[in-house]
């Protein structure tokens, strides 16, 4: 596929990058032929990375890519972020694969998403084994599990696969399809505008006002066209999700610069947060979509700090890269400038070019979250447009507003449920109405045929968790009574409530509990174990691995109920989960 380019000042497509496309979709024909076979290869299913990295190949992102990364591409890339041509490419696009069952040298893969769709083939040439920690040191430049790329890297499998790739379609879309623009589409709609310049800006966040005044005047700096390139793939864990970011986008651009003037378009990338290395990643996929300058800013995809509390890359090193490497690229830098308010005269500058003593406003992403939308309370006009902050309000509730799920875990007797009844009553008074996943109950209906095995106990409350956490995302407040004695699973389901959970751990001494025993069960546990036959009792022959960080800790036997449910409601009025009675929304 070779692809429209605009007319350039100077000769940048002498450059690998950008001028004859890669195109590894196959022909109408061809797809139909391989579909009739793929039931005769290994499948593989591709996770989230693997899905957006296949579409970036497909369609000439990666140019000049033409499938991932065999051994001596992939060493290369990691000790010298070039390819075994001596080309520049700073980060490794692998397939991780576990070899058997028909995956293996010489052998065809079917590549499919979670849904079962046929996207492409791999015609396997190689299969080898790779360093997980000399990719984490040589790419990413860490082997801290707290970096995003390193931690996806250690759950990897142990082997990479290259080959031959044809790809039948892309992974299908349903969102935005008008603004998913390939490279060659972007490229052409360049040229119809008659763009010889174009900036890009990369983003994985909304946009305010400085945002925005920044690409403007990037614009007006390189007298061309602006792309407003977000990733709309993997990014950074806990960003805002991308179908929010978009409406923000959308709202800006249809309403806050001037027509003919920037167009938005969604790029299927999947973040490796690798600082300076994945700044020219990021550089040479605008150049493929047609780009002739690139916005870098402080700490350019960067994923924040170590495990010490320490940045991962310093400041300015994106920039320092891109100095570097631009020209060989093809593209040119413009600096990031940090945009800052003048309330005194009600606009905004760059920072480096207000004059000493003069009052300057700013807002964080922090503050954004914690001080205004968790709290209800609306961004400034000066900080967003109003469009971008009812958005963003409507797709980030207060914390008041928010789904929550309220774990109760302890030993059976503890007084879990007792509690949790009575804290639904409480709940009620603060606008909260709660569902009740109650151990007995789940056992009946949702995990009936599960044994008491440890892998039947976790798969029972892994789908205690999955139902909580539907809940929680739908806004709803949940709370499960479950004993859940491993430590691990309990994790789990925290994370399937994306952080809104709060543990209660019902610390009741195993004696009391054990008086408490109206169905004889520790008694029954007792008598089994002595005869040789361990029925895997919690607490009897079975252990349970207390919480480490408990939101809330309750003793039964020295506490009331009552008292259990003042202390569990003070819990939630810190946190902000409930409101005090009688407090007036601003």
């Known amino acids: 596929m070779t692809a429209s380019t605009p007319t350039e000042s100077r000769a940048a497509l002498n450059t690998p990058y950008g001028g004859e496309l890669v195109d590894l979709i196959v022909s109408p024909e061809r797809a139909d032929a391989m579909r009739a076979t793929a039931k005769d290869h290994a499948g593989l299913t591709l996770d989230e990375r693997a899905l957006c990295d296949l579409e970036l190949l497909a369609v000439g992102g990666f140019s000049p890519l033409r499938g991932f990364l065999g051994r001596r591409d992939y060493e290369r890339v990691v000790g010298e972020s070039r390819l075994a041509d001596g080309t520049l490419w700073p980060l490794p696009v692998t397939l991780p694969v576990t070899p058997g069952d028909g995956v293996a040298e010489g052998k065809t893969l079917a590549l499919r998403d979670i849904y079962g769709n046929l996207l492409a083939f791999l015609h396997i040439e190689e299969i080898y084994i790779y360093d997980k920690a000399a990719e984490a040191a040589g790419a990413y430049g860490s082997t801290d599990p707290k970096h995003p790329a390193v931690a996806h890297l250690n759950r990897q499998a142990d082997h990479l696969a290259a080959g031959r790739l044809e790809v039948i379609r892309v992974p299908p879309h349903y969102d935005f399809v008008e603004l998913r623009r390939d490279p060659a589409e972007l490229r052409e709609f360049f040229v119809e505008k008659g763009w010889s310049k174009v900036v890009a800006f990369q983003t994985r966040n909304p946009l ?47 309403n806050h610069y001037e027509p003919d003037s920037v167009v938005l378009s969604l790029l299927p990338l999947a973040m490796r947060m690798a600082g300076p290395k994945e700044a020219l990643l990021h550089a040479i996929i605008r150049r493929n979509y047609g780009c002739t300058h690139f916005i870098v800013g402080r700490d350019h995809a960067g994923p924040g700090k170590d495990s010490a509390g320490k940045a991962f890359y310093p400041p300015y090193a994106a920039q320092d890269a891109m100095r570097e490497h631009g020209e060989e690229i093809g593209m040119e830098m413009v600096d990031f ?141 949940v709370l499960c009574s ?14 399937m409530s994306r952080g809104n959970f709060v543990e209660v ?45 408990p939101e809330v800790t309750l003793d039964t036997s020295e506490q009331g109920v009552e008292e259990c449910v003042d202390s569990i409601i003070t819990k939630l009025l810190d946190l902000g989960y409930i409101l005090p009675h009688g407090h007036i929304l601003d």
């Open 208 to 254: 305010h006002r400085a945002h925005e005044e920044l690409t403007k005047l990037a614009a007006e700096q390189i007298g061309g066209g602006l792309l407003i390139h977000p990733v709309v793939g993997v990014t950074k864990p806990g960003d805002v999700d991308h179908f929010t970011r978009v409406r923000c986008y959308r709202a800006l651009v249809d």
């Open 482 to 495: 479950v004993i859940s004695p491993y430590r691990a699973v309990r994790d789990e389901a925290r994370k």
């Open 505 to 549: 751990y019902c610390d009741t001494p195993l004696a009391v509990c054990e008086k408490r025993d109206v169905k004889g069960l520790y008694a029954k546990a007792k008598a089994a174990l002595a005869e040789g036959k361990p029925m895997g009792f919690t607490g009897v022959d079975d252990p349970y691995e207390p919480p480490t960080h």
């Open 337 to 477: 400038k940090q945009m800052v308010y003048l309330p005194d005269e009600d606009r905004y500058a760059a920072i480096d070019e207000v004059p000493a003593g003069v009052r300057t406003a700013d807002i964080s992403g922090t503050d954004v979250r914690e001080k205004y939308l968790a709290k209800g309370l609306p961004l400034p006009d000066w900080f967003t447009r109003p469009a971008v902050a009812a958005i963003l309000g409507e797709a980030n509730p207060p914390t008041f507003r928010q789904g929550l799920t309220i774990w109760f875990t302890g030993l059976s007797g503890s007084g879990k449920s007792t509690v949790a009844h009575a804290l639904i009553e409480r709940l009620a008074e603060f606008g909260r109405n709660c569902s009740l996943l109650d151990g007995d109950e789940i056992r009946t209906h949702l995990s009936k045929g599960l044994g008491f095995s440890k892998e039947d106990r976790d798969t029972n409350i892994r789908r205690v968790g999955y139902v909580a956490g539907l809940v929680n995302q739908h806004a709803g407040t």
